[in-house]
């Protein structure tokens, strides 16, 4: 079994799919595992520790994936055009890909892969069981955003987080308001109050009052017999009524008045971000204050965001940076890493140390995208 670890090439894209850590591993299990030249470096690895972890370098990508069994990556394979390089058509026929494919952002990209051959598996639809826990790309990679969220926020904050009582006088504590008390939010919850911040969070879900709370939080939010059936199955906060986002919108509007700092992070796969601070509620907000959205790629819950771009609107900054977690590329890459590591340990075959996947299990179910030159994936079978 050979395994390929190709360098991300995307825009804004600082991660790697396998650390030394996990190249050991996954020889452990059986595996050749080849790392294209330079793949680590913007997550502060050398190719001299990918050697001493027993990993071959190869320096030309198509001869990279051209042989590989499987191809670990952290974005979905470039597919050429333009100045871009194609990622996908060296890979061979039957190859396993194992990426973050964000599947709804390049519904195309999936026809490609099945007309490739390639057996697509998407992290991303991993499901939110426990047996799946360890191989959650979306939490491992949102818990960070959220903690940097903070530091990017008091990065461009003017006055000081915690309070502080000095002889010259009392510097009051900032006030910062968490939207989305996902792991994401939950996170930035936990980082504000550490560094002494006065925070409250708002999410429809109720299920997550108690988490905010026992975080030292304040938990805004409008109940309803709407909220009780607010979150899916998967663990996922659904789209509310149009009225129940107007009520909820004005409390919101309330308490941001009162802010000095507020962290988005309210996202809902495969459709657009749903909006949460609109343009008069940025207005309302003091001058120094930060906003900072962390769905600006995906449409963002501030209406004035622009994704990567921190904007000025009357002396309120609104931070859109793209591609969070990789500015916190050496944890961001381990995590994401043993993620990959995690859901390909059981597909390999003890004894064999072959590939030897189970089709019908739930997490492999849920995932795969495309196989034996078709999409197999309900939600994009009509895509084909």
Partial sequence: MKIAIPKERREHERRVAATPETVK??????????????????????????EAAGATLVSDLNSLLGDADVVLKVQRPLLGGGDQPDELSPMKKGALLIAGLSPYA????IKRYAEAGVTAIAMEFVPRITRAQSMDILSSQSNLAGYRAVLEAAYVYDRAMPMMMTAAGTIAPARVMVLGAGVAGLQAIATAKRLGAIVS??????????????????????????TKEAETAGGYAKEMSEDYKRK???????????????????????????????????????PGSVIVDLAAEQGGNC????????????????????????????????????NLLNYLTPLVDAESKALKVDWEDEIVAASVLTRDGQVVHSAFQSEQ
């Fill in 303 to 338: 209406t004035l965001s622009k994704p990567g771009e921190v904007v000025d609107v009357n002396g309120v900054s609104i931070i859109g940076h793209y591609n969070i977690p990789s500015r916190l590329s050496a944890d961001a890459s381990s995590l994401f890493a043993k």
């Fill in 248 to 286: 909820q919108a004005e409390l919101v509007a309330e308490t941001l008045k009162k802010q000095d700092i507020a962290i988005c992070t309210a996202l809902i796969p495969g459709r657009k971000a749903p909006t949460l601070i609109n343009d008069e509620m940025v207005h309302s907000m003091r």
């Fill in 25 to 50: 591993k996954l020889i452990a299990l059986g595996a050749e595992v080849a790392v294209e030249a330079g793949a680590g470096l913007s997550s502060r690895i050398t190719d001299e520790a990918y």
């Fill in 106 to 109: 390049e519904p195309d990209a």
């Fill in 201 to 226: 969070a708002t999410d429809v879900r109720p299920a997550a009052k108690e988490q905010v709370e026992s975080l030292g939080g304040k938990f805004v939010m409008v109940e309803s017999d709407e």
